[in-house]
């Protein structure tokens, strides 16, 4: 029964080792992709002078996929005898390879992450990616001179090489520092006043929006003729005409990707006053739709200058979030005006 578990212990490294080769090597890629560097967040390059840096980092990925891609190929009867031997010999002196690299930079480098897995490996060095490269080194040598893998025969040795899976991946995860920074990540929220957001989606999913399609037969251009953005919300100036008077309706669309809440207000064109809604004629074709913003006709163009952007929070527009750490906030109606207080320069309704 040993023997057995032995073997199955065995096959079951070929795909692991595999996996890991090649999550190493995609994360490091990507890195490269957004950092612009090669030799970018790999740990082990910070032992060679700067000339060679660039080619090492090239060779660590392209023997880390290599590896990967072979341990797969020769997996099964078409890697039979000495090609499989040859890959999984080169998978194994890869890691003992990268645990002499390991123990080297933590000595001479010991603020210095590994680089191991990209962005993810940016801790130091410690005792437990050390024994993690060991480990792996082992299961590549356990690997060689074994004969080719096979579909499990029973439901009870699929169960024995998952078990044995699930056991070598829990070993890996408590001597990886890396899935600390990964559950870290996947809980962060990016602040609304830091989010990134092209003004073409922010267009986009005005146009495609109930507030839109209410006040598109007062619009009078296709495309905006002013736009900006204040923290959490960008604002987006249309043309129109009410009643023969030359208006502007202003649109805040909150900065979400997907389904964001959206205000109108219809105001002055020159003096920037509140306007009334008037009655909605009937709806016009739809215009086409550009993300160009077009200059307004100089006659009818409000001065920015002497308006103030409004003030959604102060204004009592909107109320204060109501969960700081998502910086999202809440939404209630209007106050009534009172006679002794101007109203809002911006009636959102």
């Given at each position: 029964?040993?023997?057995?578990?032995?073997?199955?212990?065995?096959?079951?490294?070929i795909?692991?080792?595999?996996?890991?080769?090649?999550?190493?090597?995609?994360?490091?890629?990507?890195?490269?992709?957004?950092?612009?560097?090669?030799?970018?967040?790999?740990?082990?390059?910070?032992?060679?002078?700067?000339?060679?840096?660039?080619?090492?980092?090239l060779?660590?990925?392209?023997?880390e996929?290599?590896?990967g891609?072979?341990?797969?190929?020769?997996?099964?009867p078409?890697?039979?005898?000495?090609?499989?031997?040859?890959v999984?010999?080169?998978?194994?002196?890869?890691?003992?390879?990268a645990?002499?690299?390991?123990?080297?930079l933590?000595?001479?480098?010991?603020?210095?992450?590994?680089?191991?897995?990209g962005?993810?490996?940016?801790?130091?060095?410690?005792?437990?990616?050390?024994?993690?490269?060991?480990?792996?080194?082992?299961?590549?040598?356990a690997?060689?001179?074994?004969?080719?893998?096979?579909?499990?025969h029973?439901?009870?040795?699929?169960?024995?090489?998952?078990?044995?899976?699930?056991?070598?991946l829990?070993?890996?995860?408590?001597?990886?520092?890396?899935?600390?920074?990964?559950?870290?990540?996947?809980?962060y929220?990016?602040?609304?006043?830091?989010?990134?957001?092209?003004?073409?989606?922010?267009?986009?999913?005005?146009?495609?929006?109930?507030?839109w399609?209410?006040?598109?037969?007062?619009?009078?251009?296709?495309?905006?003729?002013?736009?900006?953005?204040?923290?959490?919300?960008?604002?987006?100036?249309?043309?129109?005409?009410?009643?023969?008077?030359?208006?502007e309706?202003?649109f805040a669309?909150?900065?979400?990707?997907?389904?964001?809440?959206?205000?109108?207000?219809?105001?002055?064109?020159?003096?920037?006053?509140?306007?009334?809604w008037?009655?909605?004629?009937?709806?016009?074709?739809?215009?086409?739709?550009?993300?160009?913003?077009?200059?307004?006709?100089?006659?009818?163009a409000?001065?920015?200058?002497?308006?103030?952007?409004?003030?959604?929070?102060g204004?009592?527009?909107?109320?204060?979030?109501?969960?700081?750490?998502?910086?999202?906030?809440?939404?209630?109606?209007?106050?009534?005006?009172?006679?002794?207080k101007?109203?809002?320069l911006?009636r959102v309704?």
């Open positions: 029964m040993l023997s057995i578990v032995v073997a199955e212990a065995r096959e079951v490294q795909p692991l080792l595999s996996a890991v080769l090649l999550a190493a090597c995609a994360a490091k890629f990507a890195r490269i992709l957004r950092v612009g560097s090669l030799d970018a967040g790999l740990g082990p390059t910070a032992l060679f002078p700067m000339g060679l840096r660039r080619p090492v980092a060779t660590i990925c392209i023997a996929l290599c590896c891609i072979g341990l797969l190929v020769t997996a099964g078409l890697g039979r005898g000495d090609p499989a031997d040859t999984r010999i080169a998978t194994a002196v890869l890691f003992l390879v645990t002499c690299a390991l123990i080297e933590r000595t001479s480098h010991p603020e210095t992450g590994c680089g191991c897995f962005d993810f490996s940016t801790s130091p060095v410690s005792g437990r990616t050390v024994a993690r490269s060991a480990l792996l080194a082992a299961a590549a040598l690997t060689i001179d074994m004969p080719p893998l096979h579909p499990p029973g439901g009870a040795e699929a169960g024995r090489l998952l078990g044995i899976l699930a056991a070598e829990v070993v890996l995860a408590a001597l990886s520092p890396e899935l600390g920074e990964g559950l870290v990540r996947l809980g929220s990016e602040p609304c006043e830091l989010r990134r957001l092209p003004a073409v989606r922010t267009l986009t999913a005005l146009r495609r929006s109930s507030q399609r209410r006040r598109a037969g007062l619009i009078t251009a296709d495309v905006p003729v002013d736009m900006w953005r204040e923290l959490c919300w960008r604002f987006v100036v249309f043309p129109a005409r009410a009643a023969d008077r030359e208006a309706v202003v669309v909150y900065l979400r990707p997907h389904r964001p809440a959206i205000h109108a207000a219809l105001v002055d064109a020159v003096t920037g006053e509140v306007l009334a008037p009655e909605l004629p009937a709806r016009r074709a739809g215009p086409g739709w550009s993300t160009e913003v077009k200059p307004a006709k100089p006659a009818l409000p001065d920015r200058s002497r308006r103030p952007a409004p003030d959604l929070v204004s009592g527009v909107l109320a204060a979030p109501t969960d700081p750490g998502r910086g999202i906030p809440a939404y209630r109606d209007p106050p009534a005006p009172r006679p002794d101007d109203l809002p911006y309704l």
